[in-house]
């Protein structure tokens, strides 16, 4: 399969969370092919369960044990409504905050080590997906964006219904999204965290 045909086949909300889906496939042993997507079926992709955000994933009970158990330090996002599911994956090498938020509905933080540690190639590769998403065939948008003073990468499903930003701050790379998340919450909630 070719990049074109990729790039139009996914939601664009699911690219930015592809680059995070990175670091599990490569040292789960229980691997899934199936690439995230929103809870709506779109363009007859799998729908994302927004339940279980990891396969095989492990619960923490609270914010301490998640940080003990990973491979890197956490940010904790602050300034949400609510108290969050804490879900770290199989390998240790991420965690996902699950909020159900009565301002924003189901919200997604996802933390884990930058996919790509170097900042100008990173910025490369949100431009290249920037100008991707204006080519015949993309589906939804992507553009690169200013948060907390650093670049981010903010995707919108094809519907407009669907957001994520994904920035990294203080060598995390920190992706929110939800199924139900605007672009303007998105950001509101990446610059709070």
């Excluded at 199989?90 to 909020?99: E, F, M, W």
């Excluded at 948060?147 to 995390?172: C, F, H, M, N, Y």
Aim: with cysteine.
């Amino acid at each position: 399969m070719n990049t074109r045909s990729l790039r139009a086949s996914l939601p664009v909300s699911a690219l930015a969370g592809l680059l995070v889906l990175g670091l599990f496939t490569s040292s789960c042993a229980h691997f899934s092919r199936k690439l995230p997507a929103t809870t709506q079926s779109v363009g007859g992709e799998d729908e994302q369960d927004w339940d279980h955000w990891f396969p095989h994933a492990v619960l923490a009970e609270t914010e301490s044990v998640a940080e003990a158990d990973l491979t890197f330090s956490p940010h904790f996002p602050q300034g949400l409504d609510v108290e969050p599911a804490i879900y770290l994956s199989p390998v240790y090498t991420a965690v996902a905050y699950v909020y159900d938020s009565p301002k924003y509905g189901r919200v997604v933080i996802v933390e884990s080590r930058p996919d790509i540690r170097d900042s100008a190639a990173r910025y490369d590769i949100y431009k290249r997906l920037e100008a991707q998403s204006n080519e015949p065939g993309a589906v939804g948008s992507i553009r690169v964006d200013t948060i907390r003073g650093l670049p981010a990468l903010v995707s919108t499903s094809e519907d407009g219904k669907s957001s994520s930003v994904e920035i990294v701050l203080d060598d995390v790379q920190i992706t929110v999204m939800g199924p139900i998340l605007s672009e303007d919450a998105a950001i509101d909630i990446a610059t709070i965290v």
